[in-house]
């Protein structure tokens, strides 16, 4: 799952717990909505948080080709080089 959209379900997954736990005032005999609603909160806390994490760890990485003729020979050499930028 890419990060933004962590962070953005995250989010999502807080408000449903906050509307379950603090605006409905519907009971059901079979689930404690309330309860749904703190454990839906916390989950969306989480998600959040490794999400954030997520994206301050993702690294760039960065791919260079360069293409000259060789003095010596003639000859044409390509040179390809990879590099990841540090955190």
Same mark, same amino acid.
């Given at each position: 799952?890419?990060?933004?959209?962590?962070?953005?379900?995250?989010? #999502?997954?807080?408000?449903?717990? @906050?509307?379950? @736990?603090?605006?409905? %005032?519907? *009971? !059901? &005999?079979?689930? &404690?909505?309330?309860? !749904?609603?703190?454990?839906?909160?916390?989950?969306? #806390?989480? !998600?959040?948080?490794?999400g954030? /994490?997520?994206? @301050?760890?993702? =690294? *760039?990485?960065?791919?260079?080709?360069?293409?000259? /003729? &060789?003095? @010596?020979?003639? *000859? =044409?050499?390509?040179?390809q %080089?990879?590099? *990841? &930028?540090?955190?």
């Amino acid at each position: 799952m890419m990060p933004i959209m962590s962070i953005g379900f995250g989010i #999502f997954l807080f408000a449903v717990g @906050a509307i379950l @736990a603090f605006a409905v %005032e519907i *009971q !059901v &005999d079979w689930i &404690d909505l309330r309860m !749904v609603g703190y454990i839906l909160m916390g989950a969306g #806390f989480v !998600v959040t948080i490794l999400g954030l /994490v997520l994206m @301050a760890r993702r =690294r *760039q990485s960065t791919s260079t080709t360069r293409t000259a /003729v &060789d003095p @010596a020979t003639g *000859q =044409r050499v390509t040179r390809q %080089e990879n590099s *990841q &930028d540090p955190l």
